[in-house]
């Protein structure tokens, strides 16, 4: 009996165990992206191509919900809600979406359904009203006609043009409900590095389709041009933005485009910049040649995103040109003109202090650029959540127009009587079946178009989200994956580019470090921008003493970046050029606070790997193999990061490297050697296939094994 009995409460004890453990969930490529954790519970297709119709199949589909979901175009519109907004009406038994717009309804079905997904639906009778910030969320595929993608680092472009107009992959449509369900409504989907042959007949027919694939999701095509194309393909001898030829190509060129594409949005122009062809080949302004643009799109009600990424090679200093070059043209271009202005004054690197140009054209529609695509930041081999960064961007303030000029107050256009507004990001999107190349970095895709429709979202909430969805909503898996992803940029910053470093990584591939490169260009040289030598580092970006970089931001900001005291030590050697023992605020020598910031950086990111390891359980096999795979090579990595920039700086400091930081596992000779196996994204492998990512060897120091 006893026998018995003890058996019973060891059976018992032994399936409560059991049931306790998490069930492994099914493998999945990552394909399905944060729709993974919706479940279907109908079969129903949208009875026709329309966001009337898709809106209604998206609920019939997914809503697991007692209450009725009622989808309601208003008859007397709100103008609170303008084109895209919506409210959800909780009330017993029902739940209305209602809008101005059937789009607006199609936002709040993606709004409704990730409240379901993510455990945030209200308990009783509420109402959510949202409105996004930006009239334009746009994307820029930076994707070449030949199939290769500028800075992209997840496969080739999506768009097959070789089979387009006639066959249509079924990722297109895949592609615009992803955008839709995060409010993403307009796509640049050639590289600004034009190619002028997608806007001939055969081009436009192409993207014509997937125009229309798009539209039901609410998402208008832009097409980059290139200034030159009246040259190119107009059969003129000049593109000259005053000469009535070239005036004429582009007002028959754009009312061809909308005649095929009635709701086209616009053009994306890099002019003027990087060998790209603009108005100033003709002695021209950047005025003349976007107004000039603009005037052919306005009858049609489009508009032109013009971009203030420009710099030449004789410049002192490459952070100032964009505002040298934009702010005199302040107040002098047309209404559906937005200045594309990227976050930093220089390019997309792992922290920049914002561009000034934010605070200083008053008169003029600006909207920000950021980069989703990891060209500094690790490629799509790093794990990094770049939310933080943007949002850091978005935050500051300008101080323009007294305190609270944030950039996000700027460009959401609220001292402006225009009411035009845009943001955009250039992509991380490619063929590869997970899009992303890496699995958590899908998460930027999602965040940029959560912030796009709403900046004031925190980092966090957005990572919950996304997690929610995308994985798991088990705290033990929350938990720590967010923090380690909140804290991700930063960790990056720190083992690649501390305390304002800046454009120190290996030219052309823009992956891994490059400190002792010189180019024939200095504004592409790594030595032009760390300035390292025996009495210290950095870019004095000061007006006493430097380039008088930090007089182009408005007071305080000017006076805090331009004194060494103020000046945030995490922008100090952006602003400063800094003695090797300088004594930072916590007492250490600049020298030591450089080995403990990469030393912490290298740390974190091995940590990762633990974290990981840590949440197997909630993680399919598939994806968590991926990711763990990767984060050892992000480990690496960033060993190679420390080694190669402490290495080279040793030379001028002379300094040792603290006894409680790793000790290097490479001669600064034999990381030299590496630059050697370096390629350019876009470079046509089949040229040297040999030298296709060779990296140094590294142990783990946590992780021999690895
Ligand atoms: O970041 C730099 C890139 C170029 C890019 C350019 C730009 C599309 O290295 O590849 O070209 O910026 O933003 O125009």
């Known amino acids: 009996m006893k026998v018995l009995r003890t058996f019973a409460i060891i059976s018992a ?19 399905d992206l944060w729709f993974h954790n919706l479940e279907k519970v109908a079969d129903a297709a949208p009875a026709e191509y329309t966001t009337e119709a898709i809106a209604q199949s998206e609920i019939d589909q997914y809503w697991k919900g007692k209450a009725a979901v009622e989808i309601k175009v208003l008859d007397q519109k709100d103008e609170a809600l303008g084109r895209d907004g919506y409210r959800l009406v909780f009330s017993k038994g029902k739940v209305a979406v209602e809008a101005n717009t059937a789009i607006g309804t199609l936002y709040g079905v993606y709004g409704l359904l990730r409240l379901q997904q993510t455990d945030a639906l209200p308990k009783g ?6 409105v996004p910030a930006f009239e334009y969320r746009a994307f820029n595929h930076w994707d070449n006609l030949n199939g290769s993608v500028e800075r992209g680092y997840a496969g080739q472009s999506l768009w097959n043009w070789a089979e387009l107009p006639d066959k249509v992959s079924p990722v297109y449509q895949e592609y615009a409900r992803a955008n839709a369900s995060v409010g993403i409504n307009a796509t640049a989907i ?6 002028a042959d997608i806007l001939t007949t055969d081009y436009l027919k192409k993207v014509k389709v997937l125009a229309d694939i798009f539209r039901p999701y609410g998402l208008k095509i ?45 053009f994306l122009v890099k002019a003027n910049s990087e060998g790209q062809s603009g108005p100033q080949d ?4 950047h005025a003349d040649g976007a107004n000039m643009v603009a005037d052919a799109l306005a009858p049609y009600g489009g508009v032109v995103f013009w971009r203030a990424f420009v710099y030449d090679a004789q410049a002192e200093d490459r952070a100032m040109q964009a505002s040298d070059e934009f702010v005199p043209l302040d107040g002098q271009f047309r209404d559906n003109v937005l200045i594309q202005v990227k976050n930093g004054p220089i390019d997309f690197q792992p922290r920049e202090p914002i561009s000034p140009l934010f605070g200083q054209a008053p008169n003029t529609n600006l909207m920000l650029e950021v980069q989703i695509t990891q060209e500094y930041l690790g490629h799509s081999k790093h794990m990094v959540y770049l939310h933080p960064l943007w949002k850091e961007c978005l935050d500051t303030d300008t101080y323009e127009f007294g305190e609270g000029s944030t950039v996000a107050a700027i460009t959401e256009g609220k001292y402006r009587n225009n009411k035009l507004s845009a943001i955009s990001g250039v992509t991380n999107i490619g063929n590869d079946v997970n899009w992303c190349g890496h699995q958590m970095i899908q998460i930027n895709w999602y965040a940029y178009g959560r912030m796009a429709w709403n900046p004031d979202l925190s980092s966090d909430q957005i990572a919950d989200e996304w997690l929610r969805q995308t994985f798991s909503s088990d705290p033990k898996f929350i938990k720590p994956v967010k923090d380690m992803l909140d804290r991700s940029r930063e960790v990056t910053v720190s083992y690649e580019m501390p305390l304002g470093l800046h454009h120190i990584m290996a030219s052309n591939a823009h992956f891994g470090p490059g400190p002792w490169e010189d180019s024939y260009r200095k504004d592409w040289s790594p030595l032009f921008y760390h300035k390292a030598g025996p009495d210290g580092v950095g870019f004095d970006r000061t007006v006493a003493t430097g380039s008088g970089a930090t007089a182009q931001y408005n007071e305080p900001l000017a006076s805090t970046y331009e004194n060494i005291d103020t000046c945030p030590e995490n922008l100090l050697l952006w602003f400063h050029h800094v003695p090797w023992d300088y004594k930072m605020k916590d007492g250490k020598t600049l020298w030591d606070e450089l080995c403990y910031t990469y030393q912490h950086g290298i740390e974190d990111a091995a940590d990762y790997i633990k974290i990981w390891e840590k949440v197997e359980p909630y993680v399919d096999n598939q994806r968590y193999q991926e990711v763990r795979t990767k984060l050892i090579r992000q480990a690496k990595d960033a060993m190679w990061w420390r080694d190669a920039v402490i290495l080279y700086f040793q030379t001028f400091s002379n300094m040792p490297i603290p006894d409680d930081c790793y000790p290097p596992q490479h001669t600064l000779d034999e990381l030299k050697q590496v630059g ?7 470079m046509p492998r089949v040229r040297r296939p040999e030298i296709y990512e060779v990296l140094p060897e590294y142990t783990l120091p946590k992780y021999p094994d690895l």
Do not use: M
């Open 282 to 285: 003709y002695g021209r302004t």
């Open 676 to 682: 050697v196996f370096r390629w350019t994204p876009g």
């Open 13 to 31: 004890l032994f399936l409560a165990v059991t049931s306790c453990k998490v069930e492994k969930p099914a493998d999945t490529d990552g394909h």
């Open 125 to 130: 009778a509420k109402t959510i009203t949202e």
């Open 190 to 195: 050639n590289n600004v590095n034009a190619n």
């Open 222 to 266: 832009f097409l980059s041009l290139n200034f030159a194309a009246p040259k190119h393909i107009g059969g003129l001898d000049t593109s000259d933005p005053l000469d009535p030829r070239v005036v004429q190509f582009w007002k028959d060129k754009t009312a061809e485009i909308y005649s095929l594409i009635p709701d086209f949005g616009g």
